[in-house]
């Protein structure tokens, strides 16, 4: 099992910034995908920004530009960093990671989400 702890969440105005953080802990042998999502009220799920573990990253093109992702493969973390905050970017942003068990198989975990809020 993989357990994700995000954390970094919280209000903020307009044009400012926020980092998130989601720490991958349990029974693996490697994390592959990291990512963040977000799911707005009355929105579905999107994805924002994804990293592998080689460090190839792809970004949803709202945010490009504005967030970065990186990640820390000795500590399982994940990070997004996200500057320029607009209002619309106002969602519960979830970490989610591909994991690769003793099993050898790779299963999908989510984290429980974190809030950000922009607004002034």
């Known amino acids: 099992q993989v357990q994700l702890v995000e954390s970094g969440g919280g209000l903020v105005q307009p044009g400012g910034s926020l980092r998130l953080s989601c720490a991958a802990s349990?029974?693996?042998?490697?994390?592959?995908?990291m990512g963040w999502y977000r799911q707005a009220p009355g929105n579905q799920r999107e994805l924002v920004a994804r990293?592998?573990?080689?460090?190839?990253?792809n970004y949803a093109d709202s945010v490009k530009g504005r967030f970065t992702i990186s990640r820390d493969n000795a500590k399982n973390t994940v990070y997004l960093q996200m500057n320029s905050l607009e209002l619309e970017d106002t969602a519960v942003y979830s970490c989610?990671?591909?994991?690769?068990?003793?099993?050898?198989?790779?299963?999908?975990?989510w984290g429980q989400g974190t809030q950000v809020t922009v607004s002034t």
């Open positions: 989610n990671t591909v994991a690769q068990l003793s099993s050898g198989y790779r299963y999908t975990y």
């Open positions: 349990g029974s693996f042998s490697s994390i592959h995908i």
């Open positions: 990293i592998t573990s080689s460090g190839a990253t």
